[in-house]
């Protein structure tokens, strides 16, 4: 938590927040749960990787319709998602932008072998709210990175993210 505020503290007012209602929170777990081949909420809740593929993809997916209705385009159609292993990124002007949600009180966590394309972050404050932080090239997310405290696999390289200061804001 301590890094969480030396990093982003300051700018944490500036950042805009989409908040989501109940309705879109259920549309995405009825989405997991059609995934995952389940019928009903105690399903979910009586498989603890159910419960976490839950709050993983509410993170991932919700991270990257927070962004699209910011910015005003169309949502993410969750009958046709993917997702197995579902990685958010969006196209804008013919570019892959990556998209990193992390959670409030964390640093992001980037793997370094797959730092491609430039990337939005965004942190999820709490189950339905997101705040977005802004927008990273390649060059400013390689040159602000910390050794990670977390770790997350044996075999790949995760390294924090701290270039706060450096972010372009999200515009409409």
Known sequence: ?????????ENLRLYPQIKFTKNDEILIRNSAMTHL???NLNQLRDRYEGQ???EKTMKN???????????????????????????PYIKLNGKKININVFNFGTLPMI??????????FIIQKDSLTFMLCGL????????????????KSSTDK?????GFKFLESIKQ
């Open 136 to 151: 990273a090239s390649k060059d400013v997310i390689e040159k602000n990175l910390i050794e990670s405290n977390t770790v």
């Open 37 to 39: 081949g389940l019928t």
């Open 158 to 162: 995760f390294m924090d993210f701290t």
């Open 111 to 120: 793997k370094i072998k797959e730092i491609e394309n430039p990337m939005f």
């Open 61 to 87: 997916i919700g991270g990257l319709m927070a962004l699209q209705k910011h910015l005003n385009i169309d949502i993410i159609d969750l009958n046709k998602a993917d997702l197995t292993d579902f990685q």
């Open 52 to 54: 976490a593929f839950f």
């Open 1 to 9: 938590m301590k890094l969480f505020f030396k990093y982003i503290g």
